[in-house]
């Protein structure tokens, strides 16, 4: 694999590290800004928008700019969000520092899909995909622990300033590592907005909210869940977290592999067993062995539908993929959102602390039903296009050849 991935893999690292590790420190941000703790969630709720609203507008905006320049931008704009973030005076500028931070993040995955597929050889593009993914899942393991615990010791604020300096260990990677790459010749935004009337792009996208959606409708609850339910300690969340990283970092791995060899048999493996072990998560969380393998089975699941989906939408977005590719990290954050309101509807109607594991389940089972779909309408596809050859004139035909 080339090194300019590992440059990416970095910046994936910063930007995972910043989105999830405000959920370690909301007690100690409330507190210094004098709010309550549902308040600095907007911290959090900001960040997901910022991310949703921003991997297309951002991504738009990049469309006359060369990839590399582009990701450079996109890593000045992460270490000034997190500079904001880390010297902000007041709540409300902590909060337009996780926004301008949140900006940078769908798009800096998208159009680093796109790079990192364009480094390597058509069969190996799904695993370099994953590479740039594992850092963002590394920093489920390492970096939230390490930087929640930095937070609660040294200060929140000295947290945001380290992840500012990853930053700029990210920007210089891709400064220095990865090769120029002009953007393709004669491709304009219409272009890549084209990719969207693509039947098999917007349902990669679908399967993408539906599947991740699955694992944060568990995900999002697993505190109150482990200590009410499991019986865990709740110094014990941390380390059962450390554990669901775990996962996703194999399950990016294995993903990237086989979906080089087999893509949708990877979706529909991936998808299905999500659906089963999310189930099963409502008899396994009343004991502490098996939850925490079922833990970590939903990270690794969930997290190998991750590269075959991305690659399925750069496959299927012809010659101007970049867009699409933005969008669809947006739609990992519009499937966490809705499924962490969905989870809490079930919890609030009195079904208690494992029935957003149904929710999951049925979200999954959802986009497995998709990718059957997806895969139907792929094989009809060059029937239907027989049949339009079949209805042409011979004489047309011949012609058209010769043409």
Sequence with gaps: MPLALLALAIGAFGIGTTEFVIMG???????????????????????ALGVMFGAPLMTMLGTKVPRKRMLMLLMGLFIVGNLLSALAPAFSVMLTGRVVASLAHGAFFGIGSVVAADLVAPHKKAGAIAMMFTGLTVANVVGVPLGTLVGQSAGWRVTFAIVAALGVVG??????????????????????????????????????????????????YIAPMMTH???????SVTWLLVLFGLGMVGGNLVGGKFADRALMPMLY???????????????????????????????????ATVPPLQKRVLDHAHGAPTLASAVNIGAFNLGN?????????????GFGYTAPNW???VLAAAALILAFVSAALERREPADRAVVASSVPAEHRTAAVHH
Aim: aromatic share 8%; net charge neutral; charged share 10%.
């Design 25 to 47: 420190l909301l007690p100690e941000v409330a507190n210094d800004y004098g709010v309550s703790i549902p308040t600095a969630g907007f911290l959090v709720t900001g960040y």
């Design 269 to 303: 493996v991936s998808l299905g067993a999500l659906a089963v072990v999310l189930a099963l998560f409502t008899l396994t969380a009343h004991d502490k062995i098996g939850s925490a393998v079922t833990v970590f089975l939903i990270g690794a699941l969930g997290f």
């Design 337 to 349: 959102a809705l499924s962490a309101w969905l989870g809490g509807v079930v919890i609030a109607a």
């Design 171 to 220: 920007l210089a990677g891709v400064a220095k590592l990865v090769p120029d790459m002009p953007k393709a010749e004669g491709v304009r935004l219409r272009h890549e907005l084209a990719a969207f009337k693509n039947a098999q792009v917007l349902l990669a996208m679908a399967m993408t909210v539906l599947g991740f959606g699955g694992v944060f409708a568990a995900i999002t």
């Design 359 to 361: 929710v999951g389940a």
């Design 229 to 235: 339910v499991a019986g865990f300690a709740d110094g």
